[in-house]
């Protein structure tokens, strides 16, 4: 089980993580929400330990962000020094999964956390991921960094296309196929809806996903398997 652990008290973040590695459970932490939301939203982690009050944004924050901008259903057990009925209604509403009230007890937690886990590997939307870029193929909803980026049909499918066979070169011949069907478009059709894609996805950030193959066609990767 990997496991993020946003918490600002570094005694409590440190039990946690000690607790949950000595039963063999990869966790990573965060000690604001600002960086905790990024690591959420970059990596795949099986569940989230989510303290409500954190510097830079709060739990409640983090929590709809990364439900409503990043579209990411990662459960979320959250941690709250107050018993407080509103304020775990509030929670919940914001995408909180569990509520624990401090302190608590790490047998507990963990229990919790490997029950979350395992209802998080149900049925769940289908979700295509590249490094940081995410594209909901049921809401057809795409993000980058948490940001939402707006695409037209043919975005979409050229998108999609790149997406499913990522890491691997898909030819030109390939994604005309499947944006334009036996319709083939004019020559430079493809070229246009590539760079258009190109500015939506990649301009705006630091790293490259989509790179050409000259003479064969392109493909998305992360930057450093670029060589590969």
């Not at 990869?26 to 939301?37: C, E, S």
């Not at 956390?113 to 809401?139: C, H, I, M, W, Y």
Request: net charge negative.
């Amino acid at each position: 089980m990997r496991v993020l652990v946003i918490e600002d008290n570094s005694d409590i973040a440190t039990n946690i993580g000690d607790y949950l590695e000595d039963r063999e459970h990869v966790v990573d932490f965060a000690g604001d929400g600002v960086t905790g939301l990024h690591l959420a939203v970059v990596h795949d982690f099986d569940v989230i330990v989510l303290d409500l009050t954190l510097p830079g944004m709060d739990g409640l924050e983090v929590a709809r962000k990364l439900r409503h901008e990043a579209h990411k259903q990662t459960p979320i057990l959250m941690l709250t020094a107050r018993d407080a009925l509103e304020q775990k209604l509030t929670g919940f509403e914001s995408g909180a999964d569990d509520y624990m009230t401090k302190p608590f007890a790490l047998q507990e937690l963990s229990a919790r956390l490997e029950v979350l886990a395992r209802r998080g590997k149900g049925p769940q939307s289908r979700v295509l991921k590249v490094a940081d870029l995410t594209f909901n193929l049921d809401t057809l909803t795409v993000n980058r960094e948490g940001k939402s980026i707006q695409l037209n049909p043919i975005g979409l499918k050229l998108l999609q296309a790149l997406m499913e066979a990522s890491p691997s070169v898909v030819t030109r011949q390939d994604l005309e196929q499947k944006v334009w069907g036996e319709e083939l478009p004019d020559s430079d059709s493809l070229r246009v809806h590539i760079h258009g894609l190109r500015a939506a996805i990649d301009k705006p950030f630091d790293k490259p996903l989509i790179h050409t193959r000259h003479g064969i066609g392109y493909r998305m990767v992360e930057p450093d398997a670029v060589q590969a």
